[in-house]
């Protein structure tokens, strides 16, 4: 017997006994995920006098007063309204100075503009113009504006929106504006409570959603929701609003994201310098490669409504 016919024949009795082979693991097939449809994303961006939602496919957003009027429980209650917002600063000695002086850098502004043939604009004598409104006349306006009281004849427990804030004086409702200054409203005043607060978001939305995306309360729970948060919050705050989206108006999921990120994505820019200027508040973010930088964060307690209401 050949000494290759010997190695084969060692080599069949191994086959037969069954040599151990090495164990290869079965092939895990990867996890397919599906793409979420924009249509099941809803972006909610809750302003202080603005609340804005849509689903993720629309051009534009809906948007609804931010307020909320609650029918009250017991009768002879007397009313309440959350009362305008006022700048610290505006009753003291010296602010009738500055608001002078802001008047005079405005009056120079204007008046060192050229005019569109390019000459130069000469101020009006102030006696000359005190003389051109005494020849003024007012004008007269329609005392019927068009706008009618919000019928509360079949008493609703609440109403949100436009509704809201065209409700009777005389009506047993009391205003709401969970939002101020881009934070919660809380006051030790009716509805001031951070249940009651939470309590008015969660109506406020969960109508919205209803009313002007047509998505019914039980179906939420095939929808997600992007929540757009000021550059400077209250963790707690954003705890509490994740916990009403997901557990009380019944989203499946929530992803948080400030809103000057969003504003930067949304722009098609991965970094910029932010200025918001809202309604009561104004903000400035510096983003970076889609991160928020925390020692650029800046938020002034003030507006566009400070200035409309000068």
């Known amino acids: 017997m050949t000494q290759v016919e010997v190695e084969n024949g060692k080599e069949r009795e191994k086959e037969q006994r069954g040599v151990k082979r090495p164990i290869v693991p079965a092939a895990i097939p990867e996890s397919v995920l ?28 809906v ?17 309440y ?8 600063g505006l009753n003291k000695p010296e602010s009738n100075e500055q608001r002078l002086n802001g008047l005079k850098m405005v009056d120079q502004a204007i008046w060192s503009k050229k005019m569109s043939n390019g000459a130069r604009r000469i101020p009006a004598p102030p006696d000359q113009v005190r003389a051109y409104n005494k020849q003024m006349r007012p004008a007269v306006l329609d005392t019927n504006s068009g706008v009618k009281w919000t019928d509360t ?9 436009e509704e809201a804030l065209y409700v009777k004086p005389t009506d047993c409702y009391n205003i709401h504006w969970p939002v101020r200054r881009g934070q919660f409203n809380l006051h030790t005043g009716p509805g001031g409570s951070l249940s009651a607060l939470l309590a008015d ?3 406020i939305w969960t109508l919205a959603i209803q009313k002007y995306l047509e ?39 929530v992803i948080v994201h400030q809103e000057s990120i969003c504003a930067t994505f949304g722009s098609g820019l991965s970094s910029a310098c932010v200025v918001d200027v809202g309604e009561q508040k104004t903000s ?6 889609g991160v928020s930088h925390r020692n650029t964060r800046l938020r002034l307690a003030y507006g566009g409504a400070d200035v409309t209401r000068c």
């Open 201 to 203: 978001l969660e109506a």
């Open 63 to 79: 948007g609804i007063p931010h307020v909320i009027a609650r029918r009250h429980k017991k009768q002879g209650q007397p009313r």
């Open 81 to 88: 309204e959350d009362p305008w917002l006022h700048r610290d």
């Open 284 to 289: 400035v973010c510096c983003v970076e490669d």
């Open 215 to 253: 998505v019914p309360r039980k179906d939420l729970k095939y929808y997600r929701c992007i929540l757009l948060i000021p550059d400077i919050y209250n963790r707690q705050h954003v705890k509490e609003l994740v916990n009403l989206l997901l557990n009380n108006i019944g989203f499946s999921g």
């Open 153 to 161: 004849s079949l008493q609703p427990e609440f109403l949100v929106g």
């Open 34 to 61: 599906e793409p979420i449809q924009s249509n099941f994303i809803v972006v909610i961006h809750a302003g202080s006098s603005t609340l804005r939602i849509g689903r993720a496919a629309d051009t534009h957003p």
